[in-house]
């Protein structure tokens, strides 16, 4: 079997080198994208910048999408669409902008091949996957998850049966299902996200589980709605490269550590969601330690065990993903973890998160389902 190691870490003895990135290079079909880390490469801080949701430009009858060609399939009521018919790389700007409404509105996007129309994205150029991706706002650079050698905008999410890392992120627990938002410890969190499918050898698992933040707010009562509304929550990376540590993974920041609203308003539709992270709170402003340690429970046991308002997709190799992280929490299932398994992720960075303002309650609804 050949194996190919990318790093090994600087300084260590033979003792403790550890190699950080291992990859079984037998039938790897993107190498380019292979994962690599350099533990003494260092990123800049993210540089503030003026954002603009491409939701408000979009047609809001979305006929890009809603057309007699392309196929629009609801994984549920309450999240997620998988679009078949159309192929994401060949999106023009006013089909970006509608991209951008209807992963506000469904929260996640699916695209996946048919007989007709093959999702060509996983195949275009890594210049075009970054042009895509970056006209929804600037490009996140991840400080601790492994890199492709030429770009530090693209995350490789990575395992086969010799990169056996993922099975140690999260020693100790029961169930591998870890519900979060990325990054959301930057003062501009992220907006839309593409994460595409580039290599699935496993005969099943290694399915995405997401779940609406806006529908788990809508479930709140009007009391706790207000409650929260008023809230604000600091967000940390001191988990995550707490992981990284232990893995022998690269750290390219400091720790950072923003405070945002319990409760974001959405620029371009205005729904309300429940922007609760439950690997990145600390705590919340203004509570007692108690007070602060059972609602962060509360709410993250509310959104991650939500199961009427989640969905499960299972992937296909070239099937592309795109959501908006304001408006949905998500999960991978490590399961199957000795078969390779290879996505590539690009996040846009969105604006400073938007207080909600409480709203009572009216007989109609407040969004669109």
Request: a negative charge; glycine letters at 6%; charged letters at 25%.
């Amino acid at each position: 079997m050949a194996t190919i190691t990318t790093f090994e870490a600087k300084g260590a003895s033979p003792v403790d080198k550890k190699q950080t990135t291992r990859v079984n290079s037998d039938g790897l079909k993107y190498p380019e994208y292979s994962p690599y880390n350099d533990p003494d490469e260092i990123f800049p801080e993210p540089e503030p910048f003026e954002y603009y949701d491409r939701a408000l430009d979009a047609d809001p009858e979305m006929p890009v999408f809603f057309n007699d060609h392309v196929k629009v399939e609801e994984l549920t009521p309450y999240i997620g669409v998988r679009v078949t018919g159309l192929d994401l790389a060949s999106l023009d700007k006013a089909g970006q902008d509608q991209l951008a409404l209807l992963a506000a509105k469904k929260g996640i996007v699916f695209f996946a091949s048919d007989d007709n129309v093959k999702q060509t994205f996983r195949d275009t150029s890594l210049q075009k996957k970054l042009e895509m991706v970056r006209y929804y706002g600037q490009l996140h650079q991840h400080a601790v998850q492994p890199r492709p050698r030429d770009s530090t905008e693209i995350s490789v999410v990575y395992q086969d049966n010799v990169n056996t890392v993922r099975k140690h992120w999260w020693p100790n627990r029961l169930s591998r299902a870890i519900w979060h938002i990325d990054q959301t410890q930057e003062r501009q969190p992220p907006g839309i996200t593409f994460f595409c499918c580039m290599q699935s050898d496993a005969p099943s698992g290694g399915d995405t589980l997401v779940g609406s933040l806006v529908e788990a707010y809508e479930r709140l009562s009007p009391p706790m709605k207000q409650f929260l509304c008023g809230l604000r929550a600091v967000h940390s990376s001191k988990v995550m490269t707490g992981k990284a540590a232990r893995v022998g993974g690269a750290n390219r920041r400091k720790d950072v550590e923003s405070v945002h609203p319990v409760v974001y308003e959405q620029p371009a539709t205005g729904y309300k969601s429940l922007y609760i992270n439950p690997e990145r709170i600390t705590h919340f402003e203004g509570l007692r330690h108690e007070e602060s340690e059972y609602l962060l429970k509360f709410l993250s046991d509310h959104i991650t065990k939500g199961a009427d308002f989640h969905a499960r997709y299972k992937w296909n190799e070239g099937d592309v993903c795109v959501w908006d992280q304001r408006v949905c929490v998500h999960s991978a299932t490590l399961d199957n973890l000795e078969y390779r398994r290879h996505f590539i992720r690009i996040t846009a960075l969105a604006g400073v998160p938007t207080q909600a303002t409480y709203t009572p309650p009216t007989d109609e609804d407040k969004y669109a389902k």
